[in-house]
């Protein structure tokens, strides 16, 4: 298969049009764990024609597997430590960013970062029991106040919280009930990005009926951040950790989320032991780890970038 076949199917990191390593038959790398996971081995790769054969091989790929799960957890394979911003690595510095903002955040029982928690935690019971949309309207307002979006010449700065009514109605369907469930086979897979595509353009007509105003990717990302934890907030430092550390493109896309979820499927027991002290009073969603850590990663090298936008101080530093 062609690299233009693959993008065309499940999108590719950057880093795979790059580094060979990327293509290796090895369960620590991310990209590969979901070929693994299908039953399929690599068996010839090259990067300059962009080309790539795979082999059905069960057996094979499970063995792979097996060795992936018999290795200590961070205990991968070659450690980048020069500074190439940890581009094609494992994402131990991604973790250790994690790791930093939550010790800065549990300094502070009152933190402005909670507004995250309080919004998810009533999203979550109301699909659980009877659903006040002008209760959740309100939530989600404030969250998104408190995340930078009613700032500048942002429109919902122009409108009250009831602007958010029908978007709340929207989030609520059944429907969209597996996003909030988020398992390594769906992960690695990446069947859940279509679902948030769609999802997300329902969203956009949604705003554009009632405000008449078409909403960012940005104002997207977060609302379905705060309400189902989907998909990782890409605002500008994401999206820049993104393409830095070459785990996903940083454009909103299909292809975008595909990568992160292999990523995080590829590197399970370690990001779930980070979700794991996360989720002592809410239980963290998978992308909102991701989002956590890329964006504090992003906030530690480019202290500047964004500022005045409104998203710099929705994290520690």
């Known amino acids: 298969m062609t690299f233009d076949m693959l993008e065309g199917i499940c999108g590719l990191p950057a880093s795979a049009y790059q580094y060979p390593a990327c293509w290796v038959n090895s369960a620590q790398n991310s990209l590969c764990h979901g070929w693994l996971l299908a039953g399929y081995v690599v068996e010839q790769c090259s990067i300059p024609a962009r080309q790539v054969t795979f082999r059905r091989d069960p057996k094979l790929a499970r063995e792979y597997l097996e060795q992936e799960s018999r290795r200590a957890p961070g205990c991968g394979p070659s450690r980048r430590r020069t500074a190439s911003a940890d581009k094609g690595a494992e994402p131990e510095a991604l973790l250790r960013a994690g790791e930093g903002f939550l010790e800065r955040m549990e300094d502070d029982p009152h933190a402005r970062y909670r507004f995250w928690e309080h919004c998810y935690l009533a999203f979550s019971a109301a699909r659980k029991g009877s659903a006040d949309l002008d209760f959740l ?28 009514l029908p978007a709340a109605a929207l989030l609520l369907e059944d429907r969209w009930s597996s996003l909030t469930e988020l398992g390594r086979g769906s992960l ?36 379905l951040l705060g309400t189902l934890g989907c998909v990782p907030a890409y605002d500008r430092y994401f999206k820049w950790a993104a393409r830095e550390t070459g785990v996903a493109r940083g454009a909103f896309s299909k292809g975008s989320l595909q990568a992160l979820g292999r990523l995080y499927a590829g590197h399970w027991e370690a990001w779930e032991a980070l979700r794991e002290k996360c989720s002592r009073r809410v239980v963290y969603p ?11 990663y992003s906030l530690e090298r480019q202290p500047k970038l964004g500022a005045g936008k409104g998203e710099a101080d929705q994290v520690f530093v």
């Open 286 to 296: 998978p992308m909102k780890i991701i989002d956590m850590c890329l964006f504090q």
């Open 137 to 164: 309207s309100l939530h989600l307002a404030w969250y998104l106040a408190s995340w930078g979006m009613l700032r500048g010449g942002a429109f919902l700065l122009q409108k009250d919280y009831k602007i958010h």
């Open 188 to 223: 690695a897979r990446g069947d859940f990005a279509g679902q948030v595509m769609e999802l997300s353009g329902e969203l956009s007509q949604t705003y554009r009926r009632e405000a008449g105003e078409t909403p960012s990717d940005t104002l997207l990302t977060k609302i």
